[in-house]
């Protein structure tokens, strides 16, 4: 199969989640023997690389805003794709997707496949004309392509009630790699076993100033083991004066620890040597950190919107979103009962091997590209014999 992407911003992922789920499925169908080409933007991606891991890239501009580097960039890779002779065009998110009726229209034999990844109008950076049109994308995204992929039951759900539209389920898969080294741990002071690990990107839904302001108040009570530390991973996306402001509220607390973006055996190292993962975001789709912290044998603590709670199922804890003072005492819980900690992660271990694999995605992925190849031709096939 001939298989183009769009709508990420890139790979090898820096940053993203829809990112990251691009880099794993593409690879592992490059892998395959399929031809795959990923569209790239050239604020995102070194513009020298011109295929990773067997994956040709195209690279294009982007006009450079918050507002207009998404949508810029899709237009050019759908005008692009229009002159290609791509099998499959698969769209990633609603707001990128909103452009695949230009494919719908001027290649109609192409199969045209999107994924919902999360409702981003929900995501606090966007202005009300920037939510309206992400509203716009999540009707195109789930009524124009031949098929699409919700990557949550919760999106499927919310799919089939709001549109009458039977997406097909595939999740997020976790990509785990254990890793005993500790140059992170040792640049940055903490030690194993003794952090709370936040990762993200820095913007508002993620709610990582619930978590800072929680962790303060163990501190200001004393409920804070010595030399036990905060440590926040990620960084901002066009949402600088949040990361200013996260900063500014944790001034004068040598135990909050803020990394920037870590990749790679970083990652990995605070993955692994991490006592306990939070999450206490406002909005998600099916967070691929949360699965990769589950994935390590970390025990979760999230807020308990229903597509955090569908990731840990009965493996993890969860704290009512937005709620300062739960979050506070489910921390204080956690932080005094290690045997417990390490029984949940475990368990969380246990449920990301089950119900996580990238193979298992990719496998979904391919018999979704040809169940709906089929059900396009047959179609197709209908519909010319009424002509005749």
Not at 216 to 228: A, Q, S, Y
Request: glycine content about 6%.
């Amino acid at each position: 199969m001939k298989i183009a992407f769009i709508g990420q911003k890139g790979i090898p992922s820096l940053s993203g989640g829809v990112e990251r789920h691009v880099e794993e499925i593409a690879t592992r169908m490059a892998d395959q023997g399929h031809e795959v080409f990923v569209y790239v933007r050239n604020n995102y991606t070194d513009k020298n690389l011109k295929e990773y891991k067997n994956v040709k890239l195209i690279h294009l501009p982007s006009i450079s805003t918050k507002r207009l580097d998404a949508i810029s960039h899709t237009f050019l890779a759908t005008i692009h794709a229009l002159f290609q002779d791509y099998g499959i065009i698969h769209y990633q998110a609603i707001g990128p997707t909103s452009l695949s009726w230009i494919i719908k229209l001027f290649k109609r034999k192409t199969l045209l496949i999107a994924t919902f990844h999360c409702q981003d109008y929900h995501h606090k950076k966007w202005d009300l004309f920037a939510q309206k049109y992400l509203r716009f994308g999540e009707y195109i995204t789930c009524n124009v392509p031949d098929k699409t992929i919700s990557v949550s039951n919760v999106l499927h759900d919310y799919a089939l009630k709001k549109y009458g539209v039977d997406t097909i389920f595939i999740p997020n898969g976790a990509k785990v790699n254990f890793n005993s080294g500790n140059d992170i741990l040792s640049k940055w002071g903490i030690k194993d076993k003794r952090y709370i690990l936040s990762v993200s990107r820095l913007i508002k839904h993620k709610g990582v100033h619930y978590l800072i302001e929680a962790f303060k108040r163990l501190e200001d009570t004393n409920k804070v083991p010595n030399n036990f530390k905060l440590v926040v991973t990620g960084a901002g996306f066009y949402t600088d004066n949040y990361v200013e402001y996260l900063k500014t509220i944790s001034q004068g607390r040598d135990n909050i620890v803020f990394t920037g973006n870590c990749l790679g055996e970083d990652l990995e190292q605070l993955f692994s040597h991490a006592y306990l993962f939070v999450q206490p975001s406002e909005s998600e789709g099916l967070s691929l950190t949360l699965l990769e912290a589950m994935g390590h044998k970390l025990a979760t603590l999230v807020s308990d919107i229903p597509e955090n709670l569908e990731a840990i199922g009965r493996s993890g804890l969860s704290f009512k979103s937005k709620n300062v003072t739960d979050l506070e005492n489910k921390l204080a819980y956690l932080l005094n009962k290690p045997g417990e900690v390490q029984d949940i992660g475990k368990l969380a271990k246990d449920r990301v091997d089950k119900e996580y694999s990238w193979d298992s995605v990719v496998q979904k992925t391919l018999q979704t590209y040809r169940d709906s190849a089929l059900k396009k031709e047959l179609k197709h096939h209908v519909w010319n014999s009424r002509k005749a």
